[in-house]
């Protein structure tokens, strides 16, 4: 178990590390980040104030090498549009990404799993026939289309709920739908896939012929063994979720990290947008990571892959 | 003489593997719904300048935000006028050509790069596999809408901006999937029987493996057309995909945005017509693997 986690950690260090290089680099294929920064109004002296005053001139990999430093320090430069150091402004505006990240796995888990339990148990009738329906709709959903009916009918026509901000629990309602509906039909499709299996094995088998109770068999034998793999699914959605909220944040005007992302790039902020890339990334590696460690503990036959 | 008209070798052969693939997939349901709205949406986009009853790109200050003619609006403009006065069907129609071509040639360049890496990564296996499922690792660590936003703000959004790094970013599936299915075939012992007789590589990989995995990789393509849909009309809705005037959908729906109190249909139309394009590509997909693959079904 241990020598595993050694090998998985490894694995994921490794690909932080290599995404940090991308991230970083991705932001000089303008070629010239100075000229980028300061608009095409600027004169040839302003753009080489530019570039000395960031460090533009020095070779990038001095300048990578640099940023990795002060990153791993918790240092990621200044924000050049609101002037403050980014991993403060990042730290700020991530409370709000957290929370609608956890209430919308929380959400597509609370619907997802009792849907495809339930289509798992009576295959081909009508409940089975919604779930299938609720997926093959949610993965062709365009979230940020769902989430203006939303706001149409219930702030502006029903005046339930408040249309933007997210000042109080109801403002969070209508983007956790959205976000969570968007996570929700891989979910389902896992949930009922490997209940199903679970349903058909021998175990099962032995378990009604000993006389267990229904409920007991779905539950106790069943479900517990069908959730494994949904756990996982559900810790790698979450880092999905989090890097797919800056659509959700922004037709919501919700002020967390996807925003911040989306007024960065539009401002050519470049510390700030690529340290949003490596930290959303982080999420993802981190998830990905606690995934596989809790799949291999609660399945020894993970460990060896 | 096994004549097929003869009736007793008939019965004897059976339907034919092909004839058997046929009647599954004249049977299926999703798949058929799906072939249908795909294959009418694609002669709209072919068809658009015969179909589309204005110019898209006309402005008319006199007509601004006239409704559709099933909110009092006339036949002059079906579907209405946006808020330059543009008419709304023709700008749909025209949008189904973007969105489309947008959907094949990034599905096809992430299908590319993505079989490449897959097929050598599960034919090769040791330290090319090994480099592959690290790059799918990395690959599935950069959050996609942020990475592309960026990209597209930096390089500035054009169609071709945009196809290039949407096909660059989503070959993930695609070499997940053609890895595990390579790795499978390559087991086959008519792979190793290739390999005995001395064919070289590239004809192994061209002749033997290629033609097995091919489901595979169609139901990929599709289920990708689909994803990258959905992604450029979601940074153009950001203002960082297609710029105007280009009739994108997802560009409609954002324009249309401001107006939605008043005119919810600048938001409803558009954004109905991609969802419809975009779960008519998924039941295809869905449906082609149903088929295809029929004992994998649950």
């Known amino acids: 178990m241990l020598a595993f986690i050694l090998k998985r950690l490894g694995l994921a260090l490794l690909v932080a590390f290599t ?3 991308i991230s970083f680099s991705l932001l000089f294929l303008s070629g010239d980040p100075a000229a980028a920064l300061a608009g095409e109004t600027a004169s040839g002296e302003d753009v080489e104030a530019l570039r000395r005053l960031y460090g533009f001139d020095r070779p990038m990999l001095v300048q990578y090498g640099e940023w990795l430093f002060a990153a791993l320090r918790g240092d990621f430069g200044e924000s050049y549009y609101f002037k403050l150091p980014v991993a403060s402004l990042i730290a700020e505006r991530l409370q709000v990404t957290m929370t609608l990240g956890v209430c919308g796995i929380l959400f597509a888990l609370v619907t997802a799993v009792p849907l495809g339990v339930a289509a798992a148990i009576r295959p081909n009738s009508l409940i089975d026939r919604l779930a299938l329906f609720l997926s093959v709709a949610g993965q062709a959903m ?23 901000g997210a000042e109080s629990w109801r403002h969070f309602i209508m ?36 006389g267990a109770g229904e409920t007991r068999v779905l539950f106790k034998h069943g479900l517990r063994n069908a959730i494994i793999p949904v756990v996982s699914l559900a810790a790698v959605q979450m880092g999905f979720m989090l890097g797919g909220s800056i659509v959700v944040e922004s037709v919501f005007a919700l002020h967390g990290a996807g925003y911040l992302a989306w007024e960065s790039i539009a401002r050519n902020d470049l510390p700030t947008v690529q340290a949003l890339i ?28 | 003489m096994t004549d097929a008209t003869d009736p007793l070798s008939a019965e ?45 790109y006309a402005q008319s200050l006199m007509k601004r935000m006239v409704p559709p003619v099933f909110m009092g609006g006339t036949w002059e403009h079906p579907l209405g006028t946006d808020h330059l006065g543009r008419d709304y069907l023709s700008r749909l129609l025209y949008g189904a050509r973007v969105s489309l071509l947008i959907g094949t040639v990034a599905a096809l360049i992430s299908g590319v790069i993505g079989t490449a890496m897959g097929v050598a990564a599960g034919y090769f296996g040791g330290k090319v596999d090994a480099v592959v499922t690290f790059l799918i690792n990395v690959r599935l660590a950069m959050p996609v809408v942020l990475v592309a936003l960026a990209v597209v703000a930096i390089l500035g959004g054009s169609l071709t901006v945009v196809i290039c790094v949407l096909g660059l970013l989503l070959w993930d599936r695609f070499a997940v999937v ?18 005995v007789i001395g064919a070289s590589t590239p004809r192994i990989l061209l002749t033997e493996i290629m033609p097995n995995v091919f489901n595979n990789l169609i139901v990929i393509v599709t289920l990708e057309m689909a994803h990258a849909i959905l992604l450029e009309a979601a940074l153009s809705f950001l203002g960082l995909g297609v710029q105007p005037p280009t009739p994108s959908w997802g560009l409609m729906v954002s324009e249309g945005k401001n107006m939605m109190l008043f005119e919810p249909w600048l938001v409803l139309i558009p954004g109905a017509v991609l969802f419809v394009l975009v779960l008519a590509i998924n039941l295809m997909g869905d449906g082609l693997r149903d088929v295809t693959a029929p004992e994998g079904r649950s």
Do not use: C, E
């Not at chain 1, 365009?142 to 933007?164: C, D, E, K, M, Y």
């Not at chain 2, 059976?14 to 058929?32: D, E, I, N, T, V």
């Not at chain 2, 053609?178 to 390999?195: E, F, G, K, N, P």
């Open chain 2, 178 to 195: 053609m890895r595990a299915s390579t790795l499978q075939i390559s087991r086959r012992d008519y792979v190793a029987a290739a390999q």
């Open chain 1, 175 to 210: 983007p956790t739908i959205v976000l969570g509906y968007y996570a929700m039909p891989a979910i389902m499709r896992l949930t009922r896939a490997g209940m199903l299996d679970v349903l058909n094995s021998d175990y099962i088998r032995t378990a009604r012929a000993k």
């Open chain 2, 12 to 56: 004897l052969q059976g339907p034919s593997p092909r004839q058997m693939l046929k009647s599954r997939a004249f049977s299926h349901k999703g798949l058929m719904f799906g072939v249908i709205v795909v294959g009418l949406l694609v002669l709209v986009a072919l068809l658009a300048p015969l179909l589309a009853p204005h110019d898209p």
């Open chain 1, 19 to 21: 995404v940090s290089f």
């Open chain 1, 278 to 305: 490596l930290v959303f990334s982080m999420f993802y590696i981190v998830f990905t990571f606690l995934a596989d460690v809790m799949n291999a503990w609660l399945d020894p036959r993970m460990r060896s892959a």
């Open chain 1, 142 to 164: 365009p979230s940020f289309w769902f989430g203006l009916i939303l706001i149409v009918v219930f702030a502006i026509q029903l005046g339930w709920l408040p249309p933007s």
